[in-house]
T-cell receptor, first 111, second 114 residues
Framework: GESVGLHLPTLSVQEGDNSIINCAYS??????FIWYKQESGKGPQFIID?????DKRQGQRVTVLLNKTVKHLSLQIAATQPGDSAVYFC??????????FGTGTQLKVEL | DAGITQSPRHKVTETGTPVTLRCHQT?????MYWYRQDPGHGLRLIHY???????DKGEVSDGYSVSRSKTEDFLLTLESATSSQTSVYFC?????????????FGPGTRLTVT
């Protein structure tokens, strides 16, 4: 299938543990952020988004935290499951109708 | 999957040949995008469209052209394929009325230029 990339940062977690994936962004004018999940051979899948007027947003088993002071975004996955194994990457809207994407983190869930 | 299909899903072609990739959506979304994904890089925007016959360049548009003659179809053409265009190509749509530009992606096309 389509490979996402080589030499990605890797996070290995035990099944059932919580995962935290981090993303730094560079543009202080970015006002909207998205986390995507990409499984091998598939297109990126929307997970959760957050606007810059928020610090935290929760979804089903996922939480996104935004720290605008240090331009940092994190994705927390509760009770990580084998099906969570994938590449996760963030995207930011710097204005207009376009997104800028990070390179991603490989999440590996160990049984 | 937001009703997005891409064709072909896999293609091998020779250097110098023209190639056209098709993105088809069924839900009448205004914005459509073409990206390429390569190891070590995030998704990079090639071209995008904001309506029928309305297109604009992204950050890696050299060597590519696009057309959108119908709302549902967005075509990406490599006029003369080069080995550097070997990549995985993704089409995306942005939900109509979305102010945040959340984008949804198709399944991708793996293109190999030999």
């Amino acid at each position: 299938g389509e490979s996402v990339g080589l030499h990605l940062p890797t996070l290995s977690v035990q099944e059932g543990d919580n995962s935290i994936i981090n993303c730094a962004y560079s543009n202080s004018a970015s006002d909207y952020f998205i986390w995507y999940k990409q499984e091998s051979g598939k297109g990126p899948q929307f997970i959760i988004d957050i606007r810059s007027n928020m610090d935290k947003r929760q979804g089903q088993r996922v939480t996104v935290l935004l720290n605008k002071t240090v331009k940092h975004l994190s994705l927390q996955i509760a009770a990580t499951q084998p099906g969570d194994s994938a590449v996760y990457f963030c995207a930011e809207n710097r204005g207009g109708n376009k997104l800028t994407f990070g390179t991603g983190t490989q999440l590996k869930v160990e049984l | 999957d937001a009703g997005i299909t891409q064709s072909p899903r896999h293609k091998v072609t020779e250097t110098g040949t023209p190639v056209t990739l098709r993105c088809h959506q069924t839900e009448n979304h205004r914005y459509m995008y073409w990206y390429r994904q390569d190891p070590g890089h995030g998704l990079r925007l090639i071209h995008y469209s904001y309506g029928v016959k309305d297109t604009d360049k992204g950050e890696v548009s050299d060597g590519y052209s696009v057309s959108r003659s119908k709302t549902e179809d967005f075509l990406l053409t490599l006029e003369s394929a080069t080995s550097s265009q070997t990549s995985v190509y993704f089409c995306a749509i942005s939900l109509s009325g979305s102010s945040g530009n959340e984008q949804y992606f198709g399944p991708g096309t793996r293109l190999t230029v030999t």
